[in-house]
C-alpha cells in the first residue's frame, strides 16, 4: 500500500482544482502571517533595537522562468550552487558580483542555517541571506522592489515562506 501511494504521488496527475486549492492555502496562510500584529511589532523592534535602516525589510523579487517546479513564481535573487556557500565565498561568486556591482555599500546582516526542502524529485539545501545595499545597481533595477510586507501579493515558493515565517519567530 506504501509502495502504491508512492507510486501514485509520483505518477499520478493534479487536477487543476486540486493544484488551485493547494496554491490558495500556502498563499492564504503566509498572507494572514503578515497581517499578524506580532509579526508586524517583531519587524519593527528588530529595526530600532539593532539600529537597522528604515527600509531594512524591503526586499526584490523576480519572476522565475526556468521550467522547473517553481516556473513563474517569484523568487528573491537567487545565486545557485552545488554546496553550501560560506559568506566569502558568496560574496567572490560572480553572480553576487554581477547583481551588487556598483553598489557602494553591501552588508550582510545575517544568513540562516541551512534549510532542508524535500520536493518529489530531489532535495534541496538552502541558505537564505539578509543584506542591505546604500544603493542599487542596474541589475537590481530589474528587480520588481517592495517592502516585505506585501510580498503575499506575489506567488513564491514554500521555501521562501517558511524561510519568512521563520523571520518573524
Do not use: C
Amino acid at each position: 500500500e506504501i509502495f502504491a501511494e508512492i507510486l501514485n504521488m509520483r505518477d499520478g496527475k493534479v487536477t487543476k482544482e486540486e493544484l488551485e486549492s493547494a496554491k490558495a492555502k500556502y498563499n492564504g496562510s503566509f498572507a494572514l502571517g503578515m497581517e499578524d500584529p506580532a509579526r508586524t511589532a517583531t519587524y519593527a523592534s528588530n529595526i530600532l533595537i539593532n539600529n537597522l535602516p528604515k527600509d531594512f525589510y524591503k526586499t526584490y523579487l523576480q519572476k522565475r522562468v526556468a521550467k522547473d517546479v517553481w516556473q513563474n513564481l517569484f523568487e528573491f535573487p537567487l545565486i545557485e550552487s552545488d554546496r553550501i556557500l560560506t559568506t566569502s565565498e558568496l560574496v567572490e561568486d560572480e553572480l553576487f558580483k554581477s547583481i551588487f556591482s556598483n553598489v557602494s555599500e553591501v552588508e550582510i546582516h545575517k544568513k540562516t542555517y541551512p534549510m532542508k526542502h524535500v520536493l518529489s524529485h530531489r532535495v534541496i539545501f538552502a541558505q537564505f541571506f539578509t543584506i542591505s545595499v546604500s544603493n542599487e545597481s542596474e541589475l537590481l533595477k530589474q528587480f520588481i522592489q517592495l517592502p516585505l510586507n506585501e510580498i503575499d501579493k506575489f506567488a513564491i515558493s514554500r521555501l521562501m515562506e517558511l524561510f519568512l515565517e521563520n523571520q518573524a519567530e
